[in-house]
């Protein structure tokens, strides 16, 4: 009697997308950068330091002079606890896009690392599942890192606070998706300078430092548009202990950005380097 042995399980993209699109080996990216980063993990290290330099400055420094502001709910807290949850979101902004822009650009145009996986069975969906993959795992380490040292100086105001590491994850994963997608339409390292003009204001004016109620009635509608906004609220209220239904809202937008910039991004790796 012939033996029946069960046919391995495939995954629902593998039985839905095309082999040359995506072969399921995202993993074997994601694993090559870490092999990469053990050996240079000292850069990896001092991205933990510039957040935690900015929050200690705002601790001893600034924060003494501002004192209370008006957080979520329209509750009273210290500015030091108000821009700790911003300051949290836009490291993993920052995290995110530092890894999916200039790094994958020499990866991109010099190294020419995507055109040798291209040449194995990863597909195009691969590449850019496992690049944002690994600014999703740094990002992790990083907010870990931050709100561990929150913690120490007694600023969350909830233990929903905890939920602030899976919403810096969605923040990293979003901008880095995005950051994919810019960086295949670069053609020269000067051009860096754009994304630059763009991350500025977005750190500046997305209620980082600030409430939004500062703004003219005009600006806000501008300013929840901006990602980090969406981001900063989440964390924030997280932060506070103070849920809203707005939060959901956040929570979808960030959720619509990774999707359509994972989308994207698979596309244009397809189109510059499958031809």
Known sequence: MAVLTEAPRRGVLLRILPSALYSGRSTAVLERTFLTYSHAWMLFVSGVFEPLFYLMAFQLGFGKLVGEVVGPGGQAMSYVAFVAPGLLAA??????ILDSTYNLFFKLKYAKLY?????????????????????????????????????????????????????????????SAIGIVLV???????????????????FLFSTTFYPLSVYPAGIQW??????????????????AGVLSWGMAGNVAYLVALAAVGIYASSKRFGKLLLR
């Open 91 to 96: 490291s993993a902004m920052n995290g995110a």
């Open 115 to 175: 055109d040798a996986m291209l040449a194995t069975p990863i597909g195009p969906l691969d590449i850019a599942l496992g690049e944002v993959g690994w600014s999703v795992l740094r990002g992790g380490i990083y907010s870990a890192t931050f709100l561990g040292v929150m913690t120490v100086m007694g600023l969350p105001g909830s233990w929903w606070a905890l939920l602030m590491i899976p919403a810096a994850l969605l923040i990293a994963m979003a901008f």
């Open 184 to 202: 295949t339409f670069l053609r020269s390292v000067s051009q860096f300078d754009y994304i630059n003009l763009v991350l500025m204001p977005l």
């Open 222 to 239: 501008i300013v929840q548009v901006f990602p980090l906004y969406h981001g900063i609220e989440l964390m924030r209220g997280l932060s």
